[in-house]
């Protein structure tokens, strides 16, 4: 498990805990036992009913699970705390890459993210909507 999978490691080491095998907890879940492996590796994310079966299987609260699984929503919840902007050009590129529905939400295309991705080595963008703000100015009609 990685270090984002927060909330993969707090359930396994809750059902450990519980003395619960997977196969266990998703029966008094309701799911399959493969459900239980994803969410546990960082696969999967709990839906919001599930949040609510896992909170009273595995007495943890459903606001701590539902922050684990989407931490992007913690500076929603707590104003302290504040989303964590990346340090390097690389980082930046990194996330911009991975967020798969910003990219959807937006239509990024393969084509323009091989751009964004030789566009990154320059340093010049250091977050999604530096990269969303170039890419309205590149598909933007030029002109004439």
Known sequence: MNQKNALGRLLKGRRAELALSQRTLARQLGVKPSHIAYLESGKRKPSLALMGRLEEALGIGRQRIFLLAHPEAEAMVNPSVRAVKPKTPADAWRRFATDRPFLKRHGVTRRELRAFKKLSLL????????FLAILIMIREPAEG
Not at 123 to 130: D, E, K
Request: glycine share 12%; no cysteine; net charge positive.
């Open 123 to 130: 340093g010049y963008a250091l977050s999604r909507h530096q």
